[in-house]
Protein backbone atom coordinates (compact mmCIF):
# COMPACT_ATOMS: atom_id res chain seq x y z
CA UNK A 1 0.00 0.00 0.00
CA UNK A 2 1.48 3.34 -0.82
CA UNK A 3 2.50 5.49 1.68
CA UNK A 4 1.17 8.71 0.00
CA UNK A 5 -2.31 10.48 1.93
CA UNK A 6 -5.22 10.33 0.11
CA UNK A 7 -6.93 13.32 -0.91
CA UNK A 8 -9.41 12.44 1.77
CA UNK A 9 -7.02 12.55 4.12
CA UNK A 10 -5.48 15.79 3.21
CA UNK A 11 -8.78 17.20 3.35
CA UNK A 12 -9.77 15.87 6.64
CA UNK A 13 -6.60 17.51 7.86
CA UNK A 14 -7.04 20.74 6.70
CA UNK A 15 -10.79 20.51 8.15
CA UNK A 16 -9.09 19.74 11.76
CA UNK A 17 -7.06 22.28 11.01
CA UNK A 18 -9.02 25.18 10.05
CA UNK A 19 -11.53 24.05 13.22
CA UNK A 20 -8.87 24.12 15.53
CA UNK A 21 -7.34 27.66 14.57
CA UNK A 22 -11.15 28.85 14.40
CA UNK A 23 -11.78 27.07 18.01
CA UNK A 24 -8.04 28.67 19.20
CA UNK A 25 -9.29 32.43 17.80
CA UNK A 26 -13.08 31.94 19.57
CA UNK A 27 -10.83 30.65 22.80
CA UNK A 28 -8.59 33.84 22.40
CA UNK A 29 -11.85 36.27 21.79
CA UNK A 30 -13.58 34.48 24.97
CA UNK A 31 -10.65 35.57 27.08
CA UNK A 32 -10.57 39.05 25.82
CA UNK A 33 -7.30 38.73 23.71
CA UNK A 34 -8.25 38.84 20.26
CA UNK A 35 -8.09 42.94 19.34
CA UNK A 36 -9.39 45.37 16.04
CA UNK A 37 -6.48 46.87 15.32
CA UNK A 38 -5.40 49.55 12.38
CA UNK A 39 -2.72 48.41 10.06
CA UNK A 40 -0.75 51.39 9.50
CA UNK A 41 1.04 50.13 6.49
CA UNK A 42 -1.94 49.50 4.88
CA UNK A 43 -4.52 51.97 5.93
CA UNK A 44 -4.80 54.70 3.44
CA UNK A 45 -4.57 57.21 5.46
CA UNK A 46 -1.09 56.50 6.52
CA UNK A 47 0.62 54.58 4.21
CA UNK A 48 3.47 56.12 2.00
CA UNK A 49 2.76 56.57 -1.77
CA UNK A 50 -0.84 58.06 -1.43
CA UNK A 51 0.12 61.68 -1.70
CA UNK A 52 -2.66 63.26 -3.66
CA UNK A 53 -5.88 61.64 -2.33
CA UNK A 54 -8.47 63.06 0.12
CA UNK A 55 -8.70 61.29 3.81
CA UNK A 56 -10.59 58.15 4.05
CA UNK A 57 -12.85 58.91 6.86
CA UNK A 58 -14.84 55.57 6.99
CA UNK A 59 -13.59 54.74 10.53
CA UNK A 60 -15.55 57.87 11.16
CA UNK A 61 -18.66 56.79 8.96
CA UNK A 62 -18.96 53.02 9.39
CA UNK A 63 -18.16 52.59 13.41
CA UNK A 64 -21.18 51.27 15.51
CA UNK A 65 -19.41 53.42 18.29
CA UNK A 66 -20.17 57.14 18.83
CA UNK A 67 -17.94 59.55 17.07
CA UNK A 68 -16.02 56.06 16.31
CA UNK A 69 -13.71 53.77 18.41
CA UNK A 70 -10.97 54.87 16.05
CA UNK A 71 -9.05 58.07 17.12
CA UNK A 72 -5.72 59.57 16.12
CA UNK A 73 -2.67 59.31 18.41
CA UNK A 74 0.44 61.45 18.42
CA UNK A 75 3.17 59.18 18.52
CA UNK A 76 5.66 61.85 20.58
CA UNK A 77 8.86 60.17 19.85
CA UNK A 78 8.39 60.69 16.69
CA UNK A 79 6.78 63.67 16.34
CA UNK A 80 8.89 66.86 15.06
CA UNK A 81 7.01 69.52 17.20
CA UNK A 82 7.43 71.73 14.38
CA UNK A 83 6.15 75.35 14.77
CA UNK A 84 3.75 74.94 11.27
CA UNK A 85 2.74 71.62 11.74
CA UNK A 86 0.30 70.34 8.64
CA UNK A 87 -1.53 68.62 11.00
CA UNK A 88 -2.15 71.20 13.15
CA UNK A 89 -2.92 73.87 10.21
CA UNK A 90 -4.42 74.23 6.83
CA UNK A 91 -1.29 74.85 5.56
CA UNK A 92 -2.82 75.80 2.42
CA UNK A 93 -4.96 78.37 3.70
CA UNK A 94 -4.12 81.87 3.89
CA UNK A 95 -1.47 83.93 6.09
CA UNK A 96 -2.83 86.04 8.91
CA UNK A 97 -0.72 88.84 9.85
CA UNK A 98 1.50 87.04 12.23
CA UNK A 99 2.95 84.95 9.19
CA UNK A 100 1.23 81.55 10.38
CA UNK A 101 -1.58 79.78 8.42
CA UNK A 102 -5.08 81.04 9.20
CA UNK A 103 -6.85 78.03 9.78
CA UNK A 104 -6.77 75.02 11.66
CA UNK A 105 -6.93 71.43 9.79
CA UNK A 106 -9.18 69.50 12.01
CA UNK A 107 -12.59 70.25 11.38
CA UNK A 108 -13.84 69.50 15.12
CA UNK A 109 -10.77 71.60 16.73
CA UNK A 110 -9.46 68.39 18.25
CA UNK A 111 -5.57 69.12 18.25
CA UNK A 112 -4.00 71.44 20.86
CA UNK A 113 -0.64 72.89 20.82
CA UNK A 114 1.16 74.03 23.98
CA UNK A 115 4.97 75.84 23.12
CA UNK A 116 7.70 73.59 24.96
CA UNK A 117 9.46 75.97 27.10
CA UNK A 118 9.25 79.62 27.22
CA UNK A 119 7.63 81.00 23.93
CA UNK A 120 9.34 83.73 22.06
CA UNK A 121 6.06 86.39 21.90
CA UNK A 122 8.69 88.08 18.98
CA UNK A 123 9.05 84.68 16.57
CA UNK A 124 6.84 82.05 17.26
CA UNK A 125 9.34 80.09 14.82
CA UNK A 126 11.58 79.95 17.66
CA UNK A 127 9.92 77.14 19.66
CA UNK A 128 8.98 73.65 19.43
CA UNK A 129 5.49 72.86 19.88
CA UNK A 130 4.02 69.52 21.96
CA UNK A 131 0.37 68.42 19.47
CA UNK A 132 -1.76 66.40 21.63
CA UNK A 133 -5.16 65.21 20.73
CA UNK A 134 -8.04 65.65 22.89
CA UNK A 135 -9.77 62.11 21.93
CA UNK A 136 -13.28 63.25 23.51
CA UNK A 137 -13.74 65.52 20.42
CA UNK A 138 -11.63 63.79 17.75
CA UNK A 139 -13.76 60.72 15.48
CA UNK A 140 -10.82 59.64 13.71
CA UNK A 141 -11.30 61.14 10.07
CA UNK A 142 -7.87 60.66 9.07
CA UNK A 143 -7.55 63.93 7.84
CA UNK A 144 -4.10 65.03 10.48
CA UNK A 145 -3.17 61.72 9.72
CA UNK A 146 -3.21 62.25 5.77
CA UNK A 147 -1.36 65.70 6.72
CA UNK A 148 1.17 64.01 9.13
CA UNK A 149 2.59 61.50 6.97
CA UNK A 150 6.02 61.49 4.67
CA UNK A 151 7.40 62.96 3.31
CA UNK A 152 5.13 66.33 4.24
CA UNK A 153 5.36 65.61 7.95
CA UNK A 154 6.80 62.51 10.19
CA UNK A 155 3.90 59.79 10.10
CA UNK A 156 3.93 60.57 13.69
CA UNK A 157 0.18 60.76 13.68
CA UNK A 158 -1.48 57.09 13.30
CA UNK A 159 -5.35 56.11 13.49
CA UNK A 160 -5.47 53.97 16.26
CA UNK A 161 -8.65 51.80 17.69
CA UNK A 162 -9.00 52.73 21.10
CA UNK A 163 -10.09 49.86 23.10
CA UNK A 164 -11.66 51.40 26.08
CA UNK A 165 -14.05 52.56 23.14
CA UNK A 166 -14.42 49.59 21.20
CA UNK A 167 -16.84 46.94 21.69
CA UNK A 168 -15.16 44.07 19.98
CA UNK A 169 -17.78 43.23 17.62
CA UNK A 170 -17.53 39.67 15.85
CA UNK A 171 -17.75 41.64 12.29
CA UNK A 172 -16.29 45.23 12.43
CA UNK A 173 -18.36 47.26 10.58
CA UNK A 174 -15.14 49.23 9.38
CA UNK A 175 -13.22 46.47 8.37
CA UNK A 176 -16.07 45.40 5.99
CA UNK A 177 -15.93 48.69 4.57
CA UNK A 178 -12.55 49.21 4.36
CA UNK A 179 -10.68 49.12 0.91
CA UNK A 180 -7.52 48.21 2.17
CA UNK A 181 -8.44 46.02 4.66
CA UNK A 182 -6.78 47.92 7.01
CA UNK A 183 -8.90 46.55 9.61
CA UNK A 184 -6.84 43.73 11.28
CA UNK A 185 -7.74 40.99 13.99
CA UNK A 186 -4.85 40.16 16.19
CA UNK A 187 -3.83 38.04 19.23
CA UNK A 188 -2.42 40.38 21.66
CA UNK A 189 1.06 38.90 21.79
CA UNK A 190 0.98 39.96 18.59
CA UNK A 191 -0.68 43.51 18.48
CA UNK A 192 1.50 46.41 17.08
CA UNK A 193 1.36 48.22 20.25
CA UNK A 194 1.44 45.91 23.24
CA UNK A 195 1.60 48.36 25.92
CA UNK A 196 -1.11 50.71 24.78
CA UNK A 197 -3.14 47.48 24.29
CA UNK A 198 -2.52 46.21 27.99
CA UNK A 199 -3.16 50.10 29.29
CA UNK A 200 -6.56 49.80 27.58
CA UNK A 201 -7.72 46.24 27.28
CA UNK B 1 2.25 87.14 -9.66
CA UNK B 2 5.30 85.72 -9.76
CA UNK B 3 7.37 86.20 -12.98
CA UNK B 4 10.27 84.19 -12.96
CA UNK B 5 13.60 86.26 -14.04
CA UNK B 6 14.87 82.62 -15.21
CA UNK B 7 13.96 79.37 -16.94
CA UNK B 8 15.38 76.67 -15.63
CA UNK B 9 16.07 73.88 -19.07
CA UNK B 10 16.66 70.30 -17.72
CA UNK B 11 20.16 69.42 -19.63
CA UNK B 12 21.57 66.22 -18.21
CA UNK B 13 20.13 63.17 -16.40
CA UNK B 14 23.33 60.90 -14.67
CA UNK B 15 22.73 57.59 -12.87
CA UNK B 16 19.54 56.42 -11.93
CA UNK B 17 18.56 53.27 -9.47
CA UNK B 18 20.04 50.18 -10.50
CA UNK B 19 23.24 47.75 -10.53
CA UNK B 20 24.94 49.54 -12.74
CA UNK B 21 28.07 51.29 -12.34
CA UNK B 22 27.10 54.37 -13.03
CA UNK B 23 23.59 53.80 -10.68
CA UNK B 24 23.27 53.23 -7.03
CA UNK B 25 21.09 50.58 -5.15
CA UNK B 26 19.38 52.34 -2.41
CA UNK B 27 20.64 55.65 -1.67
CA UNK B 28 21.42 58.82 -3.01
CA UNK B 29 22.19 61.49 -0.79
CA UNK B 30 25.57 63.71 -1.59
CA UNK B 31 25.82 66.00 -4.67
CA UNK B 32 28.46 68.03 -5.23
CA UNK B 33 30.51 69.88 -8.68
CA UNK B 34 33.61 70.84 -9.47
CA UNK B 35 34.74 74.38 -10.91
CA UNK B 36 34.87 72.63 -14.11
CA UNK B 37 31.05 70.96 -13.60
CA UNK B 38 31.95 67.82 -12.78
CA UNK B 39 29.51 66.12 -10.68
CA UNK B 40 30.46 64.24 -7.66
CA UNK B 41 27.59 61.69 -6.11
CA UNK B 42 27.92 60.24 -2.91
CA UNK B 43 25.33 57.01 -2.06
CA UNK B 44 25.00 53.65 -0.96
CA UNK B 45 28.65 52.86 0.21
CA UNK B 46 30.31 55.15 -2.66
CA UNK B 47 31.47 58.09 -4.34
CA UNK B 48 31.01 57.81 -8.24
CA UNK B 49 32.04 60.71 -10.10
CA UNK B 50 30.65 61.75 -13.67
CA UNK B 51 32.39 64.19 -16.04
CA UNK B 52 29.84 67.03 -17.14
CA UNK B 53 27.90 65.33 -19.91
CA UNK B 54 27.16 63.15 -17.79
CA UNK B 55 29.95 59.79 -18.22
CA UNK B 56 31.10 57.89 -15.21
CA UNK B 57 34.89 58.65 -15.16
CA UNK B 58 35.56 57.48 -11.83
CA UNK B 59 34.01 55.48 -8.51
CA UNK B 60 35.59 54.32 -5.03
CA UNK B 61 34.04 52.69 -1.69
CA UNK B 62 33.84 54.25 1.32
CA UNK B 63 34.07 53.30 4.97
CA UNK B 64 30.32 54.12 5.90
CA UNK B 65 27.31 54.83 4.10
CA UNK B 66 28.44 58.63 2.80
CA UNK B 67 25.60 61.28 3.78
CA UNK B 68 27.16 64.00 2.41
CA UNK B 69 29.95 64.84 -0.30
CA UNK B 70 32.33 68.49 -0.92
CA UNK B 71 34.93 69.28 -3.28
CA UNK B 72 37.78 71.66 -1.30
CA UNK B 73 39.62 74.38 -3.49
CA UNK B 74 42.58 71.81 -3.52
CA UNK B 75 40.48 69.49 -5.36
CA UNK B 76 40.26 66.95 -2.52
CA UNK B 77 37.49 65.11 -2.03
CA UNK B 78 35.54 64.82 1.15
CA UNK B 79 32.81 62.39 2.41
CA UNK B 80 30.93 62.72 5.35
CA UNK B 81 29.42 60.11 7.06
CA UNK B 82 28.27 58.66 10.42
CA UNK B 83 31.12 59.56 12.82
CA UNK B 84 33.09 60.33 11.12
CA UNK B 85 34.57 62.50 7.69
CA UNK B 86 36.42 60.58 5.14
CA UNK B 87 39.30 62.42 2.81
CA UNK B 88 39.89 61.39 -0.57
CA UNK B 89 42.38 62.44 -3.33
CA UNK B 90 40.47 63.60 -7.17
CA UNK B 91 41.25 59.90 -8.06
CA UNK B 92 39.56 58.49 -5.17
CA UNK B 93 42.98 57.32 -2.86
CA UNK B 94 41.83 57.53 0.95
CA UNK B 95 44.23 60.18 2.35
CA UNK B 96 42.97 60.62 6.12
CA UNK B 97 39.40 60.29 7.75
CA UNK B 98 38.44 62.44 10.91
CA UNK B 99 36.99 60.27 13.75
CA UNK B 100 35.26 61.87 16.58
CA UNK B 101 31.27 61.06 17.20
CA UNK B 102 30.93 63.67 19.56
CA UNK B 103 31.59 66.41 16.43
CA UNK B 104 30.51 64.23 13.89
CA UNK B 105 27.04 62.38 14.85
CA UNK B 106 25.97 62.64 11.73
CA UNK B 107 27.43 64.90 9.29
CA UNK B 108 25.18 65.85 6.38
CA UNK B 109 26.83 68.53 5.03
CA UNK B 110 30.44 69.56 4.16
CA UNK B 111 31.64 73.25 3.46
CA UNK B 112 35.16 75.65 3.38
CA UNK B 113 36.29 78.90 4.01
CA UNK B 114 40.08 79.54 4.35
CA UNK B 115 41.83 77.60 6.89
CA UNK B 116 38.44 76.04 7.79
CA UNK B 117 36.21 73.35 7.17
CA UNK B 118 32.78 72.96 8.00
CA UNK B 119 30.36 69.66 9.20
CA UNK B 120 26.63 69.88 9.32
CA UNK B 121 26.10 67.58 12.37
CA UNK B 122 22.16 66.29 12.34
CA UNK B 123 22.62 64.82 15.56
CA UNK B 124 23.59 68.05 17.20
CA UNK B 125 21.68 70.30 15.11
CA UNK B 126 24.48 72.34 14.16
CA UNK B 127 27.17 73.20 11.88
CA UNK B 128 30.75 72.90 13.36
CA UNK B 129 33.98 75.09 12.55
CA UNK B 130 36.62 72.83 12.47
CA UNK B 131 40.64 73.87 11.41
CA UNK B 132 42.24 72.06 8.83
CA UNK B 133 44.11 69.98 11.63
CA UNK B 134 40.74 68.68 12.51
CA UNK B 135 40.24 71.23 15.36
CA UNK B 136 37.07 72.01 16.65
CA UNK B 137 36.58 75.44 17.08
CA UNK B 138 33.10 76.36 17.80
CA UNK B 139 29.11 75.63 16.80
CA UNK B 140 27.00 77.59 14.49
CA UNK B 141 23.27 77.23 14.82
CA UNK B 142 23.28 76.30 18.47
CA UNK B 143 23.30 79.68 19.83
CA UNK B 144 19.77 79.97 19.92
CA UNK B 145 16.29 79.38 22.13
CA UNK B 146 15.40 76.11 20.07
CA UNK B 147 19.69 75.16 21.32
CA UNK B 148 19.91 74.40 17.38
CA UNK B 149 18.66 74.65 13.74
CA UNK B 150 15.34 73.13 13.07
CA UNK B 151 15.27 70.02 11.10
CA UNK B 152 12.31 67.97 11.65
CA UNK B 153 13.39 66.64 7.89
CA UNK B 154 16.62 65.02 9.78
CA UNK B 155 19.31 67.31 7.62
CA UNK B 156 21.60 70.12 8.45
CA UNK B 157 23.20 71.20 5.14
CA UNK B 158 24.33 74.58 4.34
CA UNK B 159 27.35 76.19 1.43
CA UNK B 160 30.04 78.71 2.32
CA UNK B 161 30.04 81.71 -0.01
CA UNK B 162 33.61 82.83 -1.47
CA UNK B 163 34.25 85.12 1.65
CA UNK B 164 33.43 82.91 4.08
CA UNK B 165 29.88 83.72 5.07
CA UNK B 166 27.98 80.49 5.68
CA UNK B 167 24.16 80.14 4.45
CA UNK B 168 22.14 77.20 6.67
CA UNK B 169 18.90 76.06 5.86
CA UNK B 170 16.48 76.15 8.88
CA UNK B 171 13.38 74.20 7.59
CA UNK B 172 11.48 74.62 10.58
CA UNK B 173 11.58 78.34 10.59
CA UNK B 174 11.37 78.49 6.83
CA UNK B 175 14.58 80.48 6.54
CA UNK B 176 18.17 80.29 4.77
CA UNK B 177 19.91 81.90 7.81
CA UNK B 178 23.31 83.64 7.32
CA UNK B 179 26.03 82.80 9.49
CA UNK B 180 29.79 84.14 10.64
CA UNK B 181 32.06 81.71 11.15
CA UNK B 182 32.69 82.81 14.40
CA UNK B 183 28.45 81.36 15.20
CA UNK B 184 27.07 84.80 14.78
CA UNK B 185 23.96 85.18 13.00
CA UNK B 186 24.12 87.88 10.64
CA UNK B 187 20.48 87.51 8.70
CA UNK B 188 18.10 85.41 7.13
CA UNK B 189 15.93 85.74 4.13
CA UNK B 190 12.65 83.55 4.10
CA UNK B 191 9.10 83.08 5.63
CA UNK B 192 6.87 80.71 5.38
CA UNK B 193 4.03 81.56 2.45
CA UNK B 194 1.22 78.66 2.43
CA UNK B 195 0.70 78.61 -0.87
CA UNK B 196 2.76 81.32 -2.51
CA UNK B 197 6.30 80.08 -4.37
CA UNK B 198 7.40 83.65 -3.38
CA UNK B 199 8.43 82.10 0.27
CA UNK B 200 8.74 78.58 1.90
CA UNK B 201 5.34 76.38 2.40
CA UNK B 202 5.00 73.08 4.36
CA UNK B 203 6.37 72.17 7.78
CA UNK B 204 9.77 72.71 6.67
CA UNK B 205 11.25 73.87 4.13
CA UNK B 206 14.01 74.98 2.18
CA UNK B 207 15.69 71.51 3.13
CA UNK B 208 18.86 72.01 1.33
CA UNK B 209 20.51 75.15 0.12
CA UNK B 210 23.82 76.24 -2.37
CA UNK B 211 25.41 79.05 -2.82
CA UNK B 212 25.63 80.56 -6.89
CA UNK B 213 28.50 82.88 -5.81
CA UNK B 214 27.93 86.56 -6.88
CA UNK B 215 24.41 85.47 -8.06
CA UNK B 216 22.12 84.26 -5.43
CA UNK B 217 21.21 81.44 -3.48
CA UNK B 218 19.64 77.84 -5.09
CA UNK B 219 17.65 75.99 -2.52
CA UNK B 220 15.58 72.66 -2.87
CA UNK B 221 12.14 72.18 -0.82
CA UNK B 222 10.12 68.82 -0.22
CA UNK B 223 6.17 68.01 -0.46
CA UNK B 224 5.71 69.03 -3.31
CA UNK B 225 9.77 68.54 -4.45
CA UNK B 226 11.02 71.47 -6.56
CA UNK B 227 14.17 73.55 -6.94
CA UNK B 228 14.21 77.44 -6.53
CA UNK B 229 17.01 80.76 -7.53
CA UNK B 230 16.40 83.66 -4.75
CA UNK B 231 18.58 86.77 -4.38
CA UNK B 232 20.32 87.41 -1.59
CA UNK B 233 18.17 90.15 -0.41
CA UNK B 234 15.09 87.25 -0.61
CA UNK B 235 13.89 87.59 -3.71
CA UNK B 236 12.63 84.73 -5.66
CA UNK B 237 13.75 85.13 -9.08
CA UNK B 238 13.02 81.20 -10.61
CA UNK B 239 12.30 77.93 -9.79
CA UNK B 240 12.35 74.22 -11.36
CA UNK B 241 9.03 72.76 -11.48
CA UNK B 242 8.17 69.54 -9.32
CA UNK B 243 7.35 67.58 -12.41
CA UNK B 244 10.77 66.32 -13.03
CA UNK B 245 11.22 64.86 -9.19
CA UNK B 246 9.37 61.92 -7.95
CA UNK B 247 6.54 63.12 -5.28
CA UNK B 248 7.90 61.44 -2.43
CA UNK B 249 11.51 62.76 -2.60
CA UNK B 250 12.59 64.50 0.16
CA UNK B 251 16.57 66.29 1.31
CA UNK B 252 17.15 66.62 -2.44
CA UNK B 253 21.25 67.49 -1.66
CA UNK B 254 21.68 70.33 -4.41
CA UNK B 255 25.45 72.08 -5.68
CA UNK B 256 25.78 74.73 -8.00
CA UNK B 257 28.60 75.34 -10.89
CA UNK B 258 30.15 78.82 -11.36
CA UNK B 259 28.29 78.86 -14.66
CA UNK B 260 25.11 78.09 -12.78
CA UNK B 261 24.29 74.77 -13.93
CA UNK B 262 22.23 73.10 -10.67
CA UNK B 263 22.30 69.67 -9.56
CA UNK B 264 20.11 68.16 -7.87
CA UNK B 265 19.59 64.80 -6.13
CA UNK B 266 16.43 63.16 -6.96
CA UNK B 267 16.33 60.40 -3.36
CA UNK B 268 13.97 58.26 -4.88
CA UNK B 269 14.65 57.58 -8.24
CA UNK B 270 18.44 57.66 -7.48
CA UNK B 271 19.67 60.41 -10.39
CA UNK B 272 21.35 63.78 -10.51
CA UNK B 273 19.21 66.08 -12.69
CA UNK B 274 20.89 68.85 -14.18
CA UNK B 275 19.48 72.22 -15.07
CA UNK B 276 21.02 75.48 -16.87
CA UNK B 277 19.15 78.73 -16.29
CA UNK B 278 18.12 80.42 -19.20
CA UNK B 279 16.44 83.99 -19.47
CA UNK B 280 15.51 85.31 -22.80
CA UNK B 281 16.51 82.23 -24.61
CA UNK B 282 20.04 83.38 -23.62
CA UNK B 283 22.10 81.48 -20.61
CA UNK B 284 21.65 83.51 -17.68
Known amino acids: MSDQPTRRTVLRGAAVLGLGGAAGLLVKKAHGQIFWQVDPARCLNSRLGETTVEACNLCTSECVVGLSAVRAVNEYSRCGRC ?59 GKCVMKC ?15 DRCVNCNRCTISTACPKNALIQVPQDEALHPPEILRHG | MFAPEFIYRQVLTIAGKGAGANQFTSTLRGIAVDGRGAVYAAGDSEVKL ?23 PDGTVWVGETGQIEVFTPAGKPLTAWR ?44 NPTNGLLIPNGVVDFDVDAVGVVYAANPGKHRVERYSSGGELLGHIGRFSGPDPTGFSGCCNPTNVAVWNGRGIVVTEKAGPRGKLYDFAGKLLAFIDGDCFDPMCKNMDIAVDPRGRVAIGDTERLHVLVFEAVAGGRPA
Open chain 2, 100 to 143: DERVFGRVTAIGFSSGSVFAGDAEARAIRHIDRSGKFRNDIGKD
Open chain 2, 50 to 72: FDPVGQLVGRWPTARPGLSIAVA
Open chain 1, 83 to 141: NICPAYFDISSAVDEKGMPSQKLCPRDAIQRKPIGKADPEDPANNFYEYFIDEDKCDGC
Open chain 1, 149 to 163: KEPLGLGSIVLRVRY
